[in-house]
């Protein structure tokens, strides 16, 4: 199972990014993916999810009706676009493959929000 992040960068507050990460090593379309952030001293936190065919999302509170999940099961990518970003969205941002009772990780991408 690998997966890789990008899409991150440093974003004005109100600006957008958008998030991709490509999959490879298992049957994509069979799993849900989720994106999760991580801010410097904090713990790392669900941010959206996706079911394996991609009709079901949900969203973590503090970023519903800003942030869009999507997947596309031919190219096996999830993305995350997040439009109008607040500092509080500063924070390193992991895509998740839960495989069985495991749980399989990029790397992450850093996205900064900064004026």
């Known amino acids: 199972v690998h997966l890789v992040e990008s899409g991150g960068g440093l974003v004005q507050p109100g600006g957008s990014l958008r998030l991709s990460c490509v999959a490879s090593g298992f049957s994509f379309s069979r799993y849900t993916m989720s994106w999760h952030r991580q801010a410097p001293g904090k713990e790392r936190e669900l941010v959206a999810s996706?079911?394996?065919?991609?009709?079901?999302?949900g969203y973590e509170d503090a970023v519903q009706g800003r942030f869009f999940i999507s997947r596309d099961n031919v190219k096996n990518m999830v993305y995350l676009q997040m439009d109008s970003l607040k500092p509080e969205d500063t924070a390193r941002y992991y895509c998740?493959?839960?495989?069985?009772?495991?749980?399989?990780w990029g790397q992450g991408t850093e996205v900064t929000v900064s004026s």
């Open positions: 998740k493959a839960i495989i069985g009772s495991s749980d399989y």
């Open positions: 996706i079911s394996n065919t991609g009709e079901t999302t």
